[in-house]
């Protein structure tokens, strides 16, 4: 269901997820076809509005935290070569590597160390120099120096996936409620009994909060408090272009990452580090001021690009944790609720994996991959 609806006053399920990014509707895809029944909320009139659709596409295992590394391989490993036939829609998936680029010596220096951290836990990845940079992709500029090279990682399109997961969960009944806006989660006697929504309540056994940077304030509803903060990420598109690349492009800096797709636009996402230019924290900025900055970071390393016309830009608000992984848990403090939030930018590449561990999480089974690095209790002694 999509759409505003007309004041409600109580709807029952087994299980409600808030939030309709790529996260929440792969963990409905996997708790439908575990048999449960699903409502997914979402504030945005629209499946995937958020981060979900406001990234660059990487499927990337290089330039990962070690405790995230495992997430990410599993993915490209067991379901990403599959999930456009398992979802019955073309995910546009391509598995031809990753260039993380450095131009200074201080890049290389932060490049070999995830090199060899990402070998120590079984990732083919290595470092290269200049010439083997430029036999892989010869439209690098020359002021390359060096990268890091993953053969095995790659892109996918952000909006396709999330609508493929989307369908396939509307499919096996899952109800999806848009235009909704959470004002706090339902407990009786200590334990979850629901969510309380501008239209009425939604009540449920289990509720997996899955709300992006919107998840703090949520949780803080029932006492729970997740550090993260928001950090603006701008995306653009091209037209078309000639046919120059296939790998997933990024930077030992950040400063941008991105793809070509296989209709000849690309796609290049990144922060501008001028968040505070605009002064609009928490909408969708896309200014004059941050764009070009983006634009420049982008020529400097594809200077082929120099005079690609842009048909479009948007930003928004990722949400990052204290330490740079996600959380991924259930809250013992209060029985039936389980969340997955400040995913650092990080979360499209492993949403497929991630969507099964917390289907296995809800449902009280033993989890496929280890998720005990992503509780969230491990801030309690920040706090």
């Not at 029944?37 to 009139?45: A, H, K, N, Q, Y």
């Not at 073309?90 to 060899?116: F, I, M, P, W």
């Not at 989660?185 to 501008?198: P, S, T, W």
């Not at 209060?334 to 590449?349: M, Q, S």
Request: proline share 4%; net charge negative.
């Amino acid at each position: 269901m999509e759409g505003t609806y007309a004041v409600i006053t109580d709807v029952a399920c087994d299980i409600v997820i808030i939030g309709a990014g790529v996260i929440g509707c792969a963990a409905a895809y996997n708790l439908a076809k575990k048999g449960r029944s699903v409502t997914v909320l979402d504030r945005e009139p629209n499946v995937g509005e958020g981060a979900s659709s406001r990234n660059g596409g990487g499927v990337r295992q290089s330039g990962r935290d070690g405790r995230e590394l495992p997430l990410a391989m599993y993915a490209v490993e067991n379901i990403w070569p599959t999930l456009s036939d398992e979802l019955g829609a073309d995910v546009e998936y391509v598995k031809r590597g990753n260039l993380r680029l450095g131009k200074t010596e201080e890049h290389l220096q932060t490049l070999r160390k995830l090199a060899s951290m990402s070998q120590g836990l079984g990732l083919d990845m290595k470092m290269i120099g200049p010439e083997e940079v430029r036999e892989i992709n010869p439209y690098l500029s020359d002021q390359v120096i060096g990268a890091s090279w993953c053969p095995t990682d790659g892109h996918a399109n952000p909006m396709r996936t999330t609508l493929a997961y989307y369908r396939a969960a509307k499919a096996l009944g899952v109800r999806f409620v848009t235009g909704v806006e959470v004002k706090r989660l339902r407990k009786v006697r200590g334990r979850i009994a629901g969510v309380e929504c501008n239209i009425g309540t939604f009540t449920a056994n289990d509720v997996l909060l899955a709300a992006g940077l919107g998840s703090r304030g949520i949780a803080a509803s029932v006492g729970i408090d997740i550090p993260m903060t928001g950090s603006l990420i701008e995306c653009l598109v091209t037209e078309a272009e000639p046919t120059m690349f296939p790998q997933m492009l990024g930077v030992a800096t950040g400063d941008f990452y991105g793809h070509q797709t296989a209709h000849g636009s690309f796609v290049f996402g990144g922060s501008s580090g001028l968040e505070e230019s605009n002064g609009a924290f928490g909408g969708r900025p896309t200014s004059s001021i941050t764009a070009p900055a983006e634009c420049r970071a982008i020529m400097g390393y594809i200077p082929r690009l120099a005079d690609a016309k842009i048909v479009r830009t948007w930003a928004g608000w990722e949400d990052e944790s204290a330490d740079g992984v996600p959380v991924i848990s259930k809250i013992d403090e209060v029985p039936g609720l389980t969340i997955a939030c400040a995913f650092n930018g990080h979360g499209f590449g492993i949403s497929p994996i991630v969507g099964l561990l917390l289907s296995e999480l809800v449902c009280d089974e033993p989890t496929t991959l280890d998720v005990s690095a992503f509780r969230y209790d491990r801030f309690k002694a920040w706090l």
